[in-house]
T-cell receptor, first 115, second 118 residues
Framework: GAVVSQHPSWVICKSGTSVKIECRSL??????MFWYRQFPKQSLMLMAT?????????EQGVEKDKFLINHASLTLSTLTVTSAHPEDSSFYIC???????????FGPGTRLTVT | AQKVTQAQTEISVVEKEDVTLDCVYE???????LFWYKQPPSGELVFLIR??????QNEISGRYSWNFQKSTSSFNFTITASQVVDSAVYFC???????????????FGKGTKLSVKP
């Protein structure tokens, strides 16, 4: 089956710094990538949708200037958390689909801790 | 608006018991997809099943079975003869058609934490 990787799997950073999370589709071209966030003991909430060739679409309440998403190629999307704060500590998961596919493939997630 | 409700926050059973996880969804679309995922403590989502709105056939896969009823907007998940390894958080999710006809984003329920005790 299709594989999606995320890097890093976990990261600890200091408040005020920026951190970049990569999401890669390893064996298919992802026309759409989704970024979800999951706070401890809560459900996954969509942050943004990134379609190939267009800017990311952010969900209501998600600051686009704080969470920068770049769908750099059909196999790579990055999420940069700028000026991270402790409240940004969360589990970030990406998923990817290709055009016409009814399958959505999830990455293993990145656990971000901001101290 | 789309919504997924998992009314059971936590369930605790003893090994070998059967357990059913409930899922009720809301959508105005006629074409949609329903999913179940398992999330063990590691955090990685494990895909269990996908169903489209036109396929109401129930499905059985080993100890797992799913009951999809459009009339009640429910997609329930049953584990037969539960095992300790089944302990995890289980999410029901809904998606509609997305960009280019592919699958749209998933709307997740709040999850049900299942604890299976030996």
């Amino acid at each position: 089956g299709a594989v999606v990787s995320q890097h890093p799997s976990w990261v600890i950073c200091k408040s005020g710094t920026s951190v970049k999370i990569e999401c890669r589709s390893l064996d298919f071209q992802a026309t759409t990538m989704f970024w979800y966030r999951q706070f401890p003991k809560q459900s996954l909430m969509l942050m943004a949708t990134s379609n190939e060739g267009s800017k990311a679409t952010y969900e209501q309440g998600v600051e686009k200037d704080k969470f920068l998403i770049n769908h750099a190629s059909l196999t790579l999307s990055t999420l940069t958390v700028t000026s991270a704060h402790p409240e940004d500590s969360s589990f970030y998961i990406c998923s990817a689909v290709w055009a016409g596919s009814y399958e959505q493939y999830f990455g293993p997630g990145t656990r971000l801790t901001v101290t | 608006a789309q919504k997924v409700t998992q009314a059971q926050t936590e369930i605790s059973v003893v090994e070998k018991e059967d357990v059913t996880l409930d899922c009720v969804y809301e959508t105005r679309d006629t074409t949609y997809y329903l999913f179940w995922y398992k999330q063990p403590p590691s955090g990685e989502l494990v895909f269990l099943i996908r169903r489209n709105s036109f396929d109401e056939q129930n499905e059985i896969s080993g100890r797992y079975s799913w009951n999809f009823q459009k009339s009640t907007s429910s997609f329930n998940f049953t584990i037969t003869a539960s095992q300790v390894v089944d302990s995890a958080v289980y999410f029901c999710a809904l998606s509609e058609a997305g960009y280019g006809g592919s699958q749209g984003n998933l709307i997740f329920g709040k999850g049900t934490k299942l604890s299976v005790k030996p």
